[in-house]
């Protein structure tokens, strides 16, 4: 029998309703200090572990930084995918995994993860 995971349940029927949350209003700000204190370059792979709607990751991507969002979540990874699709952003992806068992190929330069 599969165990479900109820934080993934929880957010994937909370993401419709994620970005009206009023922490959210901060995200141009939180951006700012991450560039700052992770000395983030333009040219680097960036992973933002825990990505929800992608709200830092998107930010980052029209500064002119390159992504990649990983989130649990499909119902976050939708909101997400969304976003950056309407701001036709190609310099951010976003991917499905339990950030305790991610592995990937590709060597980040920073990583973080913002709620």
């Not at 995971?5 to 995200?27: G, I």
């Not at 370059?41 to 990983?70: F, P, Q, W």
């Amino acid at each position: 029998m599969k165990k479900t995971n109820d934080w993934k349940n929880f957010f994937d029927h909370h993401a419709h309703k994620y970005m009206d949350e009023p922490f959210v209003k901060a995200t141009k700000a939180e951006v700012n200090f991450l560039i700052e204190h992770l000395a983030l370059a333009k040219d680097r792979c960036i992973l933002n572990m825990g990505c929800s709607t992608g709200r830092h990751a998107i930010e980052l991507a029209k500064r002119g930084y390159h992504i990649t969002g990983v989130d649990l979540s499909s119902g976050m990874l939708d909101q997400a995918r969304a976003a950056a699709m309407e701001e036709n952003l190609t310099t951010v992806s976003f991917q499905q995994a339990d950030a305790t068992c991610f592995i990937t190929d590709i060597p980040f330069e920073r990583a973080y993860c913002v709620c």
